[in-house]
């Protein structure tokens, strides 16, 4: 069982530079959604998307952007990599209303930007 | 929209003893109801959730949640504690679309031998 699986795990960006978190669920769930977890501070919405082709802004979308090409896949990039862009990464994956809108998560991306 | 509140950032409780972790949400609409857990250097897991029916729900480790809708409330008990339950947990709320969930800022228990 897969699930969510997201990659890299680990990874250390000085600033400016740009990189791609890769997420891939193999449920076959429309809704994917890209979290930003800081200390003390829950976790805070970047991107979701209901389907491929379609995607939209959650709370925190600057410096950030996605793409649904297919329904597996959600890669988040980050465009010129800020320190405030130092957090724990969760993409994550939902059936929707069928199974009572159940969220299941990756084991997140580690990321420092120095 | 919908918002979160744990109303506890940290949670200390001796071992075998009950433990009660607080969550209030805001909606103008129906939700949906959920507490998940994250345990070190891993992504959250689903604890329990309330759709519909039974206001009281239940995990499969002892846990359970109790939905209040006139003081706007799920929260989480469990009558005796292991060291096992050590971890965060996090309260969370969707709309009955599934678009977005709202999740709390999180409540740490640790569980003191």
């Known amino acids: 069982n897969a699930g969510v699986t997201q990659t890299p795990k680990f990874r250390i960006l000085k600033i400016g530079q740009s990189m791609t978190l890769q997420c891939t669920q193999d449920?076959?769930?429309?809704?994917m959604y890209w979290y930003r977890q800081d200390p003390g501070m829950g976790l805070k919405l970047i991107y979701y998307?209901?389907?491929?082709?379609?995607?939209d802004k959650g709370e925190v979308p600057n410096g950030y952007n996605v793409s649904r090409s297919t329904t597996e896949d959600f890669p988040l990039r980050l465009e010129l990599a800020a320190p405030s862009q130092t957090s724990v990464y969760f993409c994550a994956s939902s059936p929707g209303r069928a199974s009572g809108n159940t969220i299941y998560f990756g084991e997140g991306s580690w990321l420092t930007v120095v | 929209a919908q918002s979160v509140t744990q109303l506890d950032s940290q949670v200390p409780v001796f071992e075998e003893a009950p433990v009660e972790l607080r969550c209030n949400y805001s909606?103008?609409?129906?939700?949906?109801l959920f507490w998940y857990v994250q345990y070190p250097n891993q992504g959250l897991q689903l604890l329990l959730k309330?759709?519909?029916?039974?206001?009281l729900v239940e995990s499969i480790n002892g846990f359970e949640a109790e939905f209040n809708k006139s003081q706007t409330s799920f929260h989480l008990r469990k009558p005796s504690v292991h060291i096992s339950d050590t971890a965060e947990y996090f309260c969370a709320v969707s709309d009955l679309s599934g678009n977005q969930f709202y999740f709390g800022t999180g409540t740490s228990l640790t569980v003191i031998p």
């Open positions: 909606s103008s609409v129906s939700v949906y």
């Open positions: 449920m076959n769930h429309n809704y």
């Open positions: 309330y759709l519909s029916g039974s206001t």
């Open positions: 998307s209901v389907g491929a082709g379609i995607t």
